[in-house]
């Protein structure tokens, strides 16, 4: 139950397109999704999160979209960049330790 | 602010061998976290702690021990290495108070 289900493992758009990243999750117990971005080389870092009370959040370019019915959140990247090809992972946190259990990955590429 | 400092960069070690990974933070943290990153496979939770002295076992920690003697040091101690291990291995840390959780830069290490 502890699972974040990830998808596409990789995706290519080009500049101004949108691209969408898709998580599920089984454990109705996590109460904060954060989504992160990594560059080749570099830690993870904090791109934007939402609590479950939410259904919508925005940030910039970056949304995420949130459906707690069907336990599914998504990232949406408007107008996107070559700067913006990285890697992205979805999580997943509970408890009072607020580990983190992290979707497989998408590997975004935005071609100029 | 330097953030979460991790040392080394990138250690080859022969099996059997063993090794500690460094990680220091200067944000006054609480909570310090070890991850580790296969491709294809996202991050994976090895320890975590919510304090000084106090330190608890995450999804992946056999192979693995840690410590918490003071505030700002989490270090993550192999003692024999296998090949298994062969990882990217990232140290996080977070606000009690608040989920956003910073990663170092991570430890490329490769036993053979």
Known sequence: ?112 | NAGVTQTPKFRILKIGQSMTLQCTQDMNHNYMYWYRQDPGMGLKLIYYSVGAGITDKGEVPNGYNVSRSTTEDFPLRLELAAPSQTSVYFCASSLRSFPEAFFGQGTRLTVV
């Open chain 1, 1 to 112: 139950q502890q699972q974040v289900k990830q998808s596409p493992q990789s995706l290519i758009v080009q500049k101004g397109g949108i691209p969408i990243i898709n998580c599920a999750y089984e454990n109705t117990a996590f109460d904060y999704f954060p989504w992160y971005q990594q560059f080749p080389g570099k830690g993870p870092a904090l791109l934007i999160a939402i609590r479950p009370d939410v259904s919508e959040k925005k940030e910039g370019r970056f949304t995420i979209s949130f459906n707690k019915s069907a336990k599914q959140f998504s990232l949406h990247i408007m107008d996107s960049q070559p700067g913006d090809s990285a890697t992205y992972f979805c999580a997943a946190s509970r408890g009072s330790a607020r580990q983190l259990t992290f979707g497989s990955g998408t590997q975004l590429t935005v071609l100029p």
